[in-house]
């Protein structure tokens, strides 16, 4: 059975320093790899994702994401956090099953910027 | 265009009653997912609709949960009767139909979800 691993429940960084938030999973075969952001009132709003290819990827907001194999992590980062991306994080793998793309996601992140 | 919409956002209902909780996709997405997120954990997916027809319902917890799309547009997910372990935010996403020749993965948008207490 697939899952994901969030270790990190809760991390605070100061506005413009670095962030990197941990994401592990378990799949059986080659996985889809997300990552969403809720922010409060808001729906969940995706990232960036991994299919295949560059294991670098880029997304919105200034993130990005490295897929590792060997270490079956999807770690994402962020150069320089600005207040605005406090919010939750959600990390999520798929595959691709008769159609479907069932999420199975982590138990989320909690950022928190001090200005 | 219009995003995913869910109703109502907040709902308190006591223990035995029975809530309705609904979600419209975005116009054209045939698929349509429900997911729960219960306090503190992670978020876990129920069932999906393509179109009216039910894909994958191995999520549902049991009989007390029975999920609609009639029609094919919107969906409705009732809970009867209602019990405490039920609270939660529950959200629904919806997404085009992949090109079942590529297996083309295509995006979930999600809703802002409904915030279910049981008490």
């Known amino acids: 059975a697939q899952s994901v691993t969030q270790p990190d429940i809760h991390i605070t960084v100061s506005e413009g320093a670095s962030l990197e938030l941990r994401c592990n999973y378990s799949?059986?075969?080659?996985?889809?790899l997300f990552w969403y952001v809720q922010s409060p009132g808001q729906g969940l709003q995706l990232l960036l994702k991994?299919?295949?290819?560059?294991?670098l990827v880029q997304g919105i907001k200034g993130f990005e994401a490295e897929f590792k194999r060997s270490q079956s992590s999807f770690n994402l980062r962020k150069p320089s956090v600005h207040w605005s991306d406090a919010a939750e994080y959600f990390c999520?793998?798929?595959?691709?099953?008769?159609?479907?793309?069932?999420?199975?996601f982590g138990t989320g992140t909690q950022l928190k910027v001090e200005l | 265009e219009a995003g995913v919409t869910q109703f109502p956002s907040h709902s308190v209902i006591e223990k035995g009653q029975t809530v309705t909780l609904r979600c419209d996709p975005i116009?054209?997405?045939?698929?349509l997912y429900w997911y729960r997120r219960v306090m503190g954990k992670e978020i876990k997916f129920l069932l999906h609709?393509?179109?009216?027809?039910?894909?994958?319902e191995s999520g549902m917890p049991n009989n007390r949960f029975l999920a609609e799309r009639t029609g094919g547009t919107y969906s409705t997910l009732k809970v009867q009767p209602a019990e405490l372990e039920d609270s939660g935010v529950y959200f629904c996403?919806?997404?085009?139909?992949?090109?079942?020749?590529?297996?083309?993965?295509?995006?979930?948008?999600f809703g802002p979800g409904t915030r279910l207490t049981v008490l």
């Open positions: 799949y059986g075969a080659t996985p889809y």
């Open positions: 996403a919806s997404s085009h139909i992949g090109l079942s020749k590529f297996q083309v993965y295509n995006e979930q948008f």
């Open positions: 609709f393509v179109k009216e027809s039910k894909q994958d």
């Open positions: 991994y299919f295949s290819g560059d294991t």
């Open positions: 116009s054209g997405h045939d698929n």
């Open positions: 999520a793998v798929s595959g691709l099953t008769g159609g479907g793309n069932k999420l199975t």
